[in-house]
């Protein structure tokens, strides 16, 4: 567990957002199944990216016990919200898809309240 005077370093940063960038290129990889698979045809399910994807979020999970190890939740979490920026950001560069204007001043708002979530004394 975790000690409650544990610090965030660079490496716990860097942990973070490499268990983030994994997390949402596991949802680029789930919106790219998503297509190929038939609820009636369970076969489908069996489609490498939909195996991928289960990888990833499962490398991803490992590597988020690694942080939390290393720093309370309560200072790792707020740091998920960045995934409101990663996804929409990688759906636009991967899958083309078009983001409105109002997602990235979301974003934007949810990364401004990251800064204050995590700021240190």
């Known amino acids: 567990m975790a000690k409650?005077?544990?610090t965030m370093t660079i490496t716990t940063v860097a942990m973070i957002l490499?268990?983030?960038t994994m997390l949402a290129c596991g949802q680029v990889l789930f919106k790219l199944a998503s297509g190929a698979?038939?609820?009636?045809?369970?076969?489908t399910f069996l489609s490498w990216t939909l195996l991928v994807a289960?990888?990833?979020y499962g490398l991803a999970t490992v590597l988020w016990l690694a942080v939390l190890a290393r720093v309370p939740l309560s200072q790792a979490f707020p740091f998920?919200?960045?995934?409101?920026l990663?996804?929409?950001?990688f759906a636009r560069l991967f899958l083309g898809e078009a983001i409105p204007s109002r997602?990235?001043?979301g974003g934007a708002v949810i990364g401004i309240g990251i800064l204050?979530?995590?700021w240190e004394r």
Request: glycine residues 4%.
């Open 18 to 20: 490499v268990t983030l």
């Open 103 to 105: 997602v990235w001043i």
């Open 116 to 118: 204050i979530a995590s």
């Open 80 to 84: 998920y919200g960045l995934s409101f």
């Open 4 to 6: 409650e005077d544990d």
């Open 86 to 89: 990663l996804v929409p950001m």
């Open 37 to 43: 698979i038939s609820f009636t045809r369970p076969e």
């Open 54 to 56: 289960l990888a990833i």
